[in-house]
Structure formats: structure tokens, C-alpha cells
């Protein structure tokens, strides 16, 4: 298992993403509900991580709770590690919805005699920027209409922050210590949709990349406020 996680999907139209120059962090977009995209991207893999094995959203498939580990005015969504899912759940009315097309993230070692993914902020910034320069393409349809005609899809890098591994974390399976790692740099191509009305609605993406696919799809009801 490499030392990283992706979560892939690919386009079939040509549309320019956004972006800004590595050396900028990519993450020269302004503040959405109080965080650039690029710091909801690095919040939305600390909220992946706090999950174990078994109810870890990244690989769930069928009815799942999609009010686990949420809070405030932004809740996530989940891809997979590749292979398809369909997800059916409730979130709460007024909720924007926010999840990554492709991402991934590189930090520092907790323990300075153990390697993991980089040792420092340039090291990260660059080992990942180079990672998810490598994205061919995704699909990304909310009932049917493409994710493009809500919002913009933004490439984005986070600034250097924190990531604590929680004991009892899914990644702890993997090989990796729980504790905190000093300097961790996500970065991906990601979508923040503004809250959708109440009822059923369809969220559907896809990804390709060298020796990965996926497909997965979210049968969503939001719920009308108490």
C-alpha cells in the first residue's frame, strides 16, 4: 500500500479547472463558508481519517449514515479507494455539500525516526502537487445536470496544517502510528455545492486513471428542518 490515499473521478467534457501556480500554494481562491477550498479539502481528510475500518465512508457501500462525524454548515461526501459504490443516506437541509473529484494529501513523520510521506512544507507541497497534476479526466452529475453548471469545480492546495491520526483510525490498518504529524499539504480538484433543496436528488461520479476506476453514486434525501 503506497503511503497516500486518492480519491479519483474523471471528466468527459472539456472544461478549464482552476488553478494557480504551485508555488502559490494553489490555493488562490477565496474564502467559502470561512475556509479557501483548498483548507475544506485538508478538513475533509481529517474528517476521513477519524473513522475506523468498518465505518470508514471511503469504502461503505448500501444505506449509510452520512450524519457520522458532521458538523456546521459544510458535510462531506466520500469517493472510494476504486471500484463502484452506491450510497443511499439523509443530510440535513441547509448543508452545502462538499467532495473531492481527485485528492490527495502528504505529511510529515509523527515519529522523526520513521519515514512516511515527505519531512518538510516544500517537500509535501511538492510530492502531492505532482500527484494530482497527473489527473486525465472526471464525470460529475447532480440529477443528471453536469456539477459544472452548480459551481465551480477549483483545483486547490491547502496551506500547512496539522493532521492528527486518531487511535482507532482506519489508517492505523495500514501500517501508520496514530499521533499528530506537524505538516501535512492536501491538495485535489474539488466541488462545494450550495445546500440542495428538500427531497431525493442524484449524485453521480466517476474517475479513470493508470490501473484505477471508480464509480459511485449518492441516492441523497434532504430533510426538511425541524
Known amino acids: 500500500m503506497k503511503k497516500y490515499f486518492l480519491i479519483f473521478m474523471m471528466v468527459l467534457v472539456a472544461i ?5 501556480d504551485p508555488a502559490q500554494g494553489r490555493n488562490a481562491t ?23 475500518t468498518t465505518h470508514n465512508p471511503i469504502t461503505q457501500d448500501g444505506d449509510v449514515d452520512c450524519f457520522a462525524g458532521q458538523s456546521g454548515k459544510v458535510w462531506f461526501l466520500a469517493g472510494t479507494f476504486g471500484g463502484l459504490a452506491e450510497r443511499t443516506c439523509t443530510i440535513k ?6 467532495f473531492p473529484l481527485f485528492n490527495g494529501v502528504f505529511w510529515t513523520q509523527v515519529n522523526p525516526a520513521v519515514p512516511e510521506d515527505c519531512t518538510d512544507e516544500k517537500s509535501c507541497r511538492s510530492g502531492v502537487s505532482d500527484m494530482i497534476d497527473a489527473i486525465k479526466g472526471w464525470t460529475c452529475t447532480v440529477d443528471g445536470t453536469p456539477c459544472v453548471w452548480f459551481t465551480q469545480i477549483v483545483r486547490a492546495q491547502s496551506d500547512a ?15 501508520y502510528a496514530s499521533g499528530r504529524r506537524e505538516i501535512s499539504i492536501s491538495d485535489g480538484y474539488w466541488v462545494m455545492l450550495d445546500p440542495l433543496p428538500s ?3 442524484i449524485i453521480e461520479f466517476t474517475s479513470e486513471a493508470p490501473g484505477f476506476s471508480l464509480g459511485v453514486t449518492y441516492n441523497l434525501t434532504v430533510e426538511d428542518e425541524d
Do not use: M
Request: without cysteine; aromatic residues 20%.
Open 16 to 20: 478549464p479547472l482552476a488553478s494557480a
Open 30 to 52: 477565496p474564502k467559502v463558508y470561512d475556509k479557501t477550498i483548498g483548507n475544506w479539502g485538508h478538513a475533509w481528510w481529517q474528517w476521513a481519517f477519524k473513522f475506523d
Open 93 to 98: 437541509k441547509g448543508k452545502a455539500i462538499f
Open 161 to 175: 496544517r496539522p493532521l492528527n491520526v486518531p487511535v482507532g483510525s482506519f489508517l492505523i490498518d495500514f501500517g
Open 199 to 201: 427531497g431525493p436528488h
